[in-house]
Nanobody, 124 residues
Framework: QVYLVESGGGLVQPGGSLRLSCAASGGSNYAMAWFRQAPGQGREFVATISGRGDVMSYSDAVKDRFIAGKDNAKNTVYLQMRRLDVEDTGVYYC???????????????????WGQGTQVTVSS
């Protein structure tokens, strides 16, 4: 069993930055991803990073603004978010797959484990 704990969410003004972290325990070298869920909407893919941290991909909504990173020694993945917009508001979830690699635009079914989520609110 893999346990994922997200942190780093909060309230930020439009144009600001936040860095999310996801600490994993119970496994390592898994492909990881970030999804988000806005109020009243389904969960959407944000970014994914391979088990070795050598391949990253992003949704069109966040590419060029968000950067995913991975520290395998700490079993932690990060999501550096820049130029945040009100449309980025939502609960951000960390997910892990038992595989080293997942599709470049994965869906929820590609992942086996989920964190509880951390709230990100972008508002002036």
């Amino acid at each position: 069993q893999v346990y994922l704990v997200e942190s780093g969410g909060g309230l930020v003004q439009p144009g600001g930055s936040l860095r999310l972290s996801c600490a994993a325990s119970g496994g390592s070298n898994y492909a990881m991803a970030w999804f988000r869920q806005a109020p009243g909407q389904g969960r959407e893919f944000v970014a994914t990073i391979s088990g070795r941290g050598d391949v990253m991909s992003y949704s069109d909504a966040v590419k060029d603004r968000f950067i995913a990173g991975k520290d395998n020694a700490k079993n932690t993945v990060y999501l550096q978010m820049r130029r945040l917009d009100v449309e980025d508001t939502g609960v951000y979830y960390c997910a892990a797959s038992r595989r080293l690699y997942v599709p470049s635009q994965p869906n929820e079914n590609d992942f086996n484990y989920w964190g509880q989520g951390t709230q990100v609110t972008v508002s002036s």
